[in-house]
């Protein structure tokens, strides 16, 4: 072949590859889009844009409340009942939901109070020697991820926090089995509820002294007007305010939501090819089908348990090893777990409420095997839906590539202050993760 044919040949291949591959991505756009008829019934809201974000009656959204609670997630001078002196004002909210780590810790387990060190995202926190390991603030579950709880009715890997949808009608169980479930009779509002317990767990006091001491009485006056004095400068305060917070910690800008908006671009091949069997072969949407892609189903998938892969404080009788089981005590909901919401979890593994599985590629494996891990949870109890699934090697690595980049918001600093009122270190102020940080 003379040079000129072979010129003309190497364009005109390259403009059908090109070509078909382009009618390939436009070919997926439209399998997609079939399959999802109703886009808007994924897109979240834009974080300003109060109106749209659900919340609860008694904590309607404002800047002011957004405000504070972005700084009360953050700051360590509330860190004050600490066990030992020595550890007050050292951890904080974020200790365990570090925003570096999609709002999880950087390791398998969180530690608040009782533990040292930061890492460079969560990952080389460890427990300080000198606490009793049931000293220490650490939970016997996976940490759950703090975005997108707007969606989330009924809070907890057990929902035991709300008094709506799959809570409707179990005034009897609150305070039960669990005395912090009580809190539901507030009827603030699931997060609003739960914040006030999570802020006594985690061992951070509010009072006026308190609040009035570290510089924090102005933005508590223009945040909560309308609250009286007596509640203001309290935990419920601080909860309805780190509550509105995370209310519009919204994973708008992730991929996937770009394309759901129609930029046709936002999404790889890979990407579209992987959300093409998250919501259709492999129908991963029956149980994630909510907008933020979790929902108020409770599952036994039949994983193992925190303690069984050197969780500590926590062991074989925990009552969160029962799931559901555990808030409701009924046979029949044991070992069920509610579908966790599926935004940024590609950069903190390990995943499940036990940290089983290693990572996102291991958890679609996992599904794709259908075999139980835990052999303590009978069948009778597993989700139908656990069972070999005949995904190719190929499609395994599509349908993590959806959920890990896909599904990953890359601006996730827009939730994070520049700096707290107390000018401290945070996530975490002991001396080893100043170092860690370069907080002088
Ligand atoms: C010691 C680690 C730790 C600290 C500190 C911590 N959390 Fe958590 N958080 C967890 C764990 C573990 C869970 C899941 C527990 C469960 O479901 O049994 C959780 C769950 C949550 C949830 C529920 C999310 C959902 O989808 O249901 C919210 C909201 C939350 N935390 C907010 C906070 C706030 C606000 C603070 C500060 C007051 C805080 N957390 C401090 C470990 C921690
Ligand atoms: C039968 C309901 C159901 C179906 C179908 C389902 N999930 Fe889930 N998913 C859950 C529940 C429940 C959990 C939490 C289980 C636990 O930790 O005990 C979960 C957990 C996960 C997690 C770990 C999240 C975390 O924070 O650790 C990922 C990732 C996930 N699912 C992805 C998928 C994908 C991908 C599919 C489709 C192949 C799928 N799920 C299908 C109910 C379901």
Redesign the pocket.
Known sequence: MQKGTIWLWACISLWMMTGCSHEESSSLDAQLSQLIPDKGRFILPSETDYASIPQSDANPLTREKIELGKLLFFEPIFANEARHSDLKYTFTCSSCHVPESGF?PGRMQGIADGGYGFGLKGEARLKYPYYQPNAIDAQGA?P??TLNVAYVQASM?NGSFGTEGPNAGTEALWGLYDPATATNHKKLGTLENQNIEGLKTHRMLYTREIIEAAGYKDAFDKALPDLPEDQRYSRIGASLAISAYLRQNLTNQAPFQHWLKGNENALSDEEKRGAI??FGK???????YEKNL??M?????G?DDLYEHGGLNTGPSDRRNM?RGGFTGKAEDM????????YN?ADSG????????ET?EG??RY??TGKKQNSRIPDSQL????RP?G?TDEEVKD??A??SSGLRDPNLKRYVPERVLSGMCFPNNDKASKIDMDCN
């Open positions: 999880r996976r759950l991820v890997w069997l998250f492999a129908n991963c949407v029956s149980c994630h979790g929902s189903r409770f599952e036994a998938l994983v799931g070992f069920k777990f509610r579908t966790p919401q599926l979890l390990p995943y499940f409420h036990g940290g089983s599985i996102l958890v679609v599904f794709n989700a139908p839906f656990l699934m995904l349908l993590t959806f959920i």
